[in-house]
């Protein structure tokens, strides 16, 4: 599918953007587990979060769903099914990575699978330590791609050191450890979206959370974990890119209602203030486990800024967006420490490059990240966002900004984690 766009006269309204991706996934996952029935509201009903209901429901998970309201009967840490067939996990790299922790030490074998990029990913990430833990698994290419298969085994506690920065590789780990036979202990770099910690702590498992270490304790008594019905704030990764599209405009106001603005995910909010936005953050709560708000920003005159260190696993998403912000801010952006981005639905550092380089940004990839030389001019152009549905969503709002016509191909990948984009989209330019 082609979407046709063109600057836009003007950009205000109220947006409630859709669930978060990584809270409903595992919102999902982690209930399925439960001892006990769960509903979840706000969820997003997005290809990525319905791949992970279709795996559960083959392991005889009973999961009712209905747009954004999901009702999940939980089967208890050791109520799974063997799936009789391949679990497909579509283009959700969360579905997988957590699926593969979770399933590591359930008495069954399986298997899982996705999409061309998701069979393109790297693995091994998950492979090495979940073995390290006892797992037995392994995959195409000496374990580094899906499809994986895993034979279910006892898991060992014991200490492990992350060397990347993943909340997925975190998330598989200690859901790995939950039916491990002595307690888990995760140092190195756990700095990363911390919904799994937040949520299992919820549902009373023990889990201890330094600065340093997590202490996974594996739950003794069979009512662990509870179930935990919650409603799923939106989706910060989704909600910026509305926040560019406004700071880039010199007529916009938009509001995104309901937000998650938990501190491990707000980096983009971070970098937008340091390049001189109009940012307003109302009505902060807490909802369930997670701190949510609402915010407004207004066309503002932007600056160049640096993207690095500390702040990547922070906004590590919003990096395509970011960009485009860039290329529209007076000055040099660097974006470094970025190497992950390599490893995500696609190449993020050649394909941004590349599509964003087609509207006539200037910019420069690196082994790392990027340099965008910013404030020129950007004008429409024939794009593509090599199924990759961040990139759909950036090439959307650099259009907002272009002059002439921008015609971005394979547009329909929005809907692996904001389905109703372009109708939102329609209703900003009034
Ligand atoms: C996610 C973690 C991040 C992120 C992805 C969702 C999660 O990936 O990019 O979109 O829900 O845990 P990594 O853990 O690989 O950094």
């Known amino acids: 599918m082609q979407q046709k766009l063109s600057a836009a006269r003007r950009l205000r309204g109220t947006i409630q953007v859709p669930g978060d991706k990584s809270i409903s996934h595992r919102a999902v996952l982690f209930n399925a587990l439960a001892e006990g029935n769960a509903e979840i509201t706000g969820f997003l009903p997005g290809a990525d979060c319905l791949s992970s209901i279709a795996c559960l429901r083959q392991m005889g998970v009973v999961i009712e769903q209905s747009g954004a309201t999901v009702r999940v009967f939980g089967r208890g840490l050791r109520g799974l099914q063997e799936p009789a067939d391949v679990l497909d996990c579509g283009n959700s790299g969360t579905t997988l990575r957590l699926l593969a922790g979770l399933l590591a030490g359930q008495p069954f074998l399986s298997v899982l699978s996705g999409d061309a ?23 195409r290419d000496n374990g580094q791609r899906a499809p994986l298969v895993i034979r279910g085994t006892t898991i060992h506690g014991g200490a492990y050191e992350l060397p990347i920065a993943s909340a997925q590789v975190k998330s598989a780990l200690l859901l790995a450890g939950l039916t491990g036979d002595a307690p888990m202990r995760l140092t190195g770099k756990i700095a990363s979206r911390d919904h799994t910690e937040r949520m299992l702590t919820a549902m009373g498992i023990d889990l201890a959370i330094g600065p340093d270490a997590l202490l996974l304790h594996p739950p003794i008594h069979p009512v662990f974990p509870y179930p935990l019905s919650l409603h799923v704030p939106g989706d910060p990764s989704s909600a910026t890119f509305w926040w560019v599209a406004a700071a880039i405009h010199p007529d916009s106001a938009i509001t995104t209602l309901g937000v998650g603005l938990n501190p491990t995910r707000t980096g983009a909010l971070d970098v937008l203030r340091a390049m001189g936005a109009d940012i307003t953050v109302t009505n902060e709560r807490l909802e369930g486990a997670e701190p949510v708000g609402d915010v407004t920003v207004r066309g503002a005159g932007l600056r160049g800024t640096r993207i690095d260190g500390a702040l990547i696993p922070r906004l590590i998403d919003e990096i395509p967006v970011l960009a485009v912000a860039a290329a529209h801010a007076v000055g040099e952006t660097v974006v470094a420490d970025a190497d992950e981005l390599r490893a995500k639905e696609t190449d993020r550092i050649a394909t941004v490059v590349g599509e964003l380089r087609a509207l006539g940004a200037q910019l420069d990839p690196t082994a790392d990240g990027m340099v965008i030389a910013g404030g020129g001019e950007l004008h429409g152009a024939a794009v593509k966002s090599h199924g990759d549905h961040r990139l759909a969503m950036a090439l959307a709002v650099a259009s907002l900004v272009a002059e002439g016509e921008t015609v971005i191909d394979e547009a329909e990948a929005v809907s692996v984690s904001y389905p109703t984009f372009w109708a939102d989209l329609a209703a900003l330019r009034g």
């Open 117 to 139: 990029s998701l069979r393109s990913r790297p693995q091994g990430r998950i492979v090495g330590p979940l073995r390290a833990l006892g797992a037995q698994l392994d995959g």
